[in-house]
């Protein structure tokens, strides 16, 4: 549904919708006032009401399931949507290219403050990534849908009083990818600013859950995903601060995406991979894969 109105409900995801009759370019002197650039095409958006996410103090749990709910319904309203010109979309922003985007950036995090240890830590969880990810039967197995791809709390509005999401904004990053990548990357974010990470993860799988039900699989490499997208970040901002150091907008996600890394670095992830079938009352049928400690790998962590 698209509209401007501040109200929501678990059934209603509102998005921008575009005004087709605004299209068009500003002036070359407005232009240039604005990006230095001779001319920019623009687009007009219907609003939504509400605030940003990514700048509430406090999300509760209720909140974050919401926020599941609110996604799951936009993954099923997308699941027929004709993928044939997405599928052709390379982007690096498509959480299946993020192993060879975090390898090819991994250098710039060399050069922040205490580089070594956030080296260290990329390099833990992408091991970690491997070693789920090689356990699934195959890839092609894990199901594909055009999705939303950049569901962080920057692009979700909720309402005023931060009980519910009201919209989700920016489809600028829309891709034919693995449709649990969509999941992962919201969940990313969700364990932003957590006293425990996961406990955000899990209530963010929850409301999906209950709406667009997950497979055994999906849930597997949910978690090892999501680590993956916090290293993509912080590694592109790291990257993107060399090439424009005064940009504030890199760092948004930097400092609590290094900060969750760190909380994360000494969990079992196959413990936090139960927690989260634990959550979604699924039985995995198996134990999980993983090592003790993402960083040490049990022989005592770097951290301490």
């Not at 425990?196 to 799988?205: F, H, I, K, M, T």
Request: with cysteine; proline share 3%; net charge neutral.
């Amino acid at each position: 549904s698209s509209s401007s109105s501040s109200s929501s409900s678990s059934s209603t995801i509102y998005i921008q919708k575009l005004r087709a009759d605004a299209l068009g370019y500003l002036n070359n002197e407005t232009a240039k006032q604005m990006i230095g650039f001779d001319h920019l095409m623009v687009r007009l958006v219907t609003f939504i009401d509400g605030q940003i996410m990514g700048k509430l103090s406090y999300k509760s749990p209720a909140l974050l399931r919401d926020l599941g709910a609110k996604l799951a319904l936009m993954d099923k309203s997308l699941q027929d949507f004709p993928h044939n010109d997405m599928a052709k979309r390379n982007l690096k922003w498509d959480l299946s290219n993020a192993e060879k985007e975090i390898t090819q950036k991994m250098a710039s995090v060399a050069d922040l403050q205490g580089g070594a240890r956030k080296t260290k830590l990329i390099r833990a969880f992408l091991a970690t990534y491997r070693e789920f990810a090689k356990n699934l039967h195959t890839s092609s197995e894990l199901r594909c849908a055009t999705i939303h791809n950049d569901a962080n709390d920057y692009n979700v509005i909720v309402t005023s009083d931060g009980t519910q999401v009201a919209g989700i904004i920016d489809f600028g990053d829309l891709v034919y990818s693995k449709l649990i990548n969509n999941l992962a990357v919201c969940c990313a974010y969700a364990m932003f600013d957590q006293k425990d990470p996961v406990s955000g993860l899990v209530e963010v799988a929850r409301g999906y859950h209950a709406v667009y039900p997950l497979q055994k699989m999906e849930i597997e490499i949910l978690f090892p995903l999501a680590c993956l997208r916090i290293c993509h970040s912080v590694c592109a901002s790291a990257y993107e601060a060399t090439i424009d150091p005064d940009n504030p907008y890199i760092l948004v996600s930097a400092r609590p995406g290094w900060a969750c890394l760190e909380q994360l670095s000494c969990m079992d992830p196959s413990k936090a991979i139960d927690r989260v079938f634990t959550g979604l009352r699924v039985d995995d049928g198996k134990k999980s894969l993983g090592s003790s400690c993402q960083v040490c790998h049990g022989s005592g962590c770097v951290a301490s």
